[in-house]
């Protein structure tokens, strides 16, 4: 048997040298372009949790390794000419020319041939029953195998430099530095500690920065001269040294397929993962572990059945962390609009930018990072605390929102239920409201409430143009005031070409029969194949619309409603305005993002005249249509979010998707919170975070970061009525208001 391993990297020598282990008859060639002792850049860094893994495959290779390892617990930030720093994380690292001899002198103590300054083509390689590409990013086999692998690589916005330095650390080191140009940041580690001491010293920043700094063109020698120059304050004399530091743009690369007949890819030929969380070594050599189990579990008699289930088995993990990886990138790439924040709220917003690592998981690393954060998320806000308390989590913390201040910063979001008669709210929706507003929440929405008949989506919906609707809504508010401490809100709108379809249990399809009802829309284009076509609004009908949105707004008000949220957002008829995708119109109301936003502005300007100012009024939107520019983007939102601003909108609440079929959201936890985050930061206008926000946990964790101000459930809401309780029961918090029929179980 042979086995051919193209590229010589960490990944490939790993390869080989599991391979060998396994099947110690086959004849084994690694084939590397470079010398033996070449090798770009400085040390490679690797967690504690990653070790377990190599241990088990090779332990010999384990053993040299881990002697060679610089080690560190600690992470240390430099922001707003502050140090800070957190503690108990785990690291080690070493130099990558030492980690590279290590697994040379493994594969020739094993028998695995090694052939360095070789170029290989694969039409002239003698025939293997094995292939394995580990050749790098600019993989000339993943490019030979294009239409099979089907790559894509997404070069991204920051430029970076790989640089060295004498320069000793005891900590992961970040440095923010901002300048007339924009922000530098420097991600630094030991890596060789001792007489030789050694580190890393990445230097990061925007595309746009790089070219204001003038930066484009430089040598690695005058790089390494600039950017010493630069943080000289931080360098203490040492120099900062060069091993192929030009300037560099990262590239995302992804495959639909890893192989294809006897070739299989691993390492950055098949995926990449930004250097930020220190995850490229780790990967190229996780997949070695993973390809060569798949071989030997599925044994060599069939190698294109093994490999397609080593990419089955391996993908879902290499996917989650290319994930990480990306948000990540997608966080430094922004830092511009983190470094306004202070400098713990920044730090813990730099810690858990990739979401792995969360409120609850720093606690049990760092608890006395935590306290501080906790202490200085109420200090900043004037928030009192008796003497000797201790400070609660972030989302118990009172919040003015607008003139209205809720006890927490814990919303049920609204959720339809499709269940009224007529559109009036009955037993059902007292008892789905009312539970949850005794459980614990500083703020209940009701559904989705429309401002018309023809403005429901189902004939279940919710409405609020009539007394009878009015008497069942008081009901519930006059609930939720007598039982609770939790403010009540109701979310109005129009589902416009989205209308007159069926409950969702009973298909979601356009209705057909004699119960049907005509939408409108900005243009007559209906939502989907099999809608009726929308008629497309004249003056006529925007005025009508403006009047039942004030008509509703009115009797809210008169019905004791604490709050008033215009629903803007996934599709409905405002939400379709906004969208280029479906607004297609070409007078003042559509075309460019101002005349898109002006009948929704029209509608808010109206409601906000008779709605009392000493209410709060939101407006839910969606943030993005996720198709790229052809709809609703995000930054077309923060204009939209200024706009709203002006005219006395008191927050945001931030969804997204909804226009159209072809929307590809990037699901993943807490993966609209992005845009809370963006609007929030560059307008100052409070924002609410929706979406896969999965418990306390992942509240905390977004209001530490000061990512958005209220955390608003959904689906753990209908799971659990009582979850903000429950949240009070796991951290002790005694202040959170209990019904008394409840207090057996409150924390004393």
Request: negative net charge.
């Amino acid at each position: 048997m042979r086995i051919e391993c193209i590229g010589g990297g960490p990944g490939g020598l790993y390869a080989a040298i599991l391979a060998k282990k396994k099947f110690p008859e086959a004849q084994i060639r690694v084939s590397e372009r470079n010398r033996p002792d070449d090798t770009f850049g400085w040390g490679v860094v690797f967690s504690d949790e990653t070790l377990g893994a190599f241990e088990e495959a090779d332990p010999e290779s384990y053993g040299a390794i881990t002697a060679a390892f610089a080690t560190w617990t600690d992470i240390d930030t430099w922001h707003k000419d502050t140090w800070t720093r957190s503690t108990g994380h785990g690291f080690c690292g070493m130099s990558r020319k030492r980690l590279l001899q290590i697994l040379h002198a493994r594969c020739e103590e094993l028998g695995v041939d090694l052939c360095f300054e070789t170029e290989v083509d694969l039409d002239s390689l003698p025939e293997a029953d094995l292939i394995i590409a580990a050749d790098g990013i600019n993989s000339t086999i993943r490019e030979k195998h294009a239409d099979i692998f089907k790559p894509t690589l997404d070069w991204r916005e920051c430029k970076f430099t790989w640089l060295g330095t004498t320069k000793p650390l005891d900590a992961f080191t970040f440095i923010f530095l901002p300048t007339e140009h924009g922000v530098f940041s420097v991600h630094a580690y030991p890596f060789e500690q001792g007489a030789n001491t050694l580190s890393t010293w990445i230097v990061e920043c925007h595309q746009d920065t790089w070219g204001k700094a003038g930066l484009e063109g430089c040598s690695q020698e005058e790089t390494a001269a600039r950017m010493q120059a630069l943080f000289a304050d931080f360098l203490d004399g040492h120099e900062l040294l060069v091993n192929g530091s030009i300037w560099r743009t990262f590239p995302t690369v992804r495959c639909e397929r890893w192989h294809t007949g006897n070739i299989v890819m691993i390492g950055d030929a098949a995926h990449t993962a930004h250097f930020s969380i220190g995850s490229g070594t780790k990967l190229a050599m996780e997949d070695a572990i993973s390809l060569i189990s798949a071989l030997d579990t599925n044994g060599m008699d069939d190698i294109p059945a093994a490999l397609a289930a080593y990419e089955d088995e391996h993908r879902v993990d290499t996917l989650k962390l290319q994930k990480a990886a990306q948000t990540s990138l997608e966080w430094f790439e922004n830092v511009d609009r983190h470094v306004q924040l202070e400098p713990l709220p920044f730090l813990f917003s730099l810690m858990s930018r990739s979401k792995r690592i969360t409120w609850e998981n720093l606690a049990l690393r760092d608890p006395d990072l935590i306290d501080s954060v906790r202490e200085d998320f109420w200090a900043s806000r004037d928030l009192p605390l008796e003497d000797g308390q201790r400070a609660p989590e972030p989302m118990f913390a009172p919040f003015n929102l607008g003139p209205l201040r809720l006890h927490n910063r814990v919303m049920v979001s609204p959720m339809c239920q499709y269940s009224a008669t007529d559109g009036a709210p009955d037993d059902w929706h007292l008892v789905h409201l009312g539970s949850r507003s005794v459980g614990g929440a500083g703020l209940v929405m009701c559904e989705a409430t429309s401002v018309a008949p023809e403005g429901r989506i189902t004939h279940g919906c919710t409405g609020i143009w009539n007394d009878a609707q009015a008497a069942g809504w008081k009901r519930i508010v006059d609930f939720a005031h007598e039982h609770s401490s939790a403010a009540i809100g109701l979310q109005i709108g129009h589902a416009g070409r989205k209308g007159s379809c069926s409950r969702p249990w009973e298909g979601d399809r356009p209705l057909t029969d004699d119960q049907a009802w005509d939408t409108i829309g900005p243009t007559s284009t209906p939502f989907r194949k099999g809608s009726p076509a929308p008629k497309q609004m004249q003056r006529e009908h925007m005025d009508r619309l403006r009047d039942q949105f004030v008509a509703a707004a009115v009797r809210a008000d008169d019905m004791g409603f604490d709050l008033l949220e215009l629903h803007m957002a996934h599709g409905y008829l405002l939400s379709s305005f906004l969208s280029k995708a479906v607004n297609q119109r070409s007078d003042e109301y559509g075309g460019n993002h101002e005349n898109r936003m002006r009948l929704p502005l029209e509608i808010f300007d109206a409601v906000r005249a008779v709605w009392p100012s000493s209410k709060a009024l939101l407006v839910r939107v969606s943030a993005t249509d996720w198709i790229q520019d052809e709809g609703q983007t995000i930054e077309e939102t923060v204009l939209f979010a200024r706009a709203l601003k002006e005219r006395g909108c008191d927050a945001l609440d931030l969804s997204s998707a909804g226009n159209v079929l072809e929307s590809v959201p990037d699901y993943g936890r807490m993966y609209q919170t992005p845009f809370a985050e963006r609007v929030r930061n560059e307008t100052g206008l409070p924002t609410i975070a929706v979406g896969a926000i999965l418990g306390h946990d992942h509240a905390n964790t977004i209001l530490a970061a000061e990512r958005a101000d209220i955390i608003a459930f959904a689906r753990p809401h209908l799971a659990d009525p009582n979850l903000t309780l429950q949240a009070a029961i796991h951290y002790g918090h005694k202040d959170t208001p209990w019904p008394n029929q409840y207090l057996a179980v409150k924390p004393r």
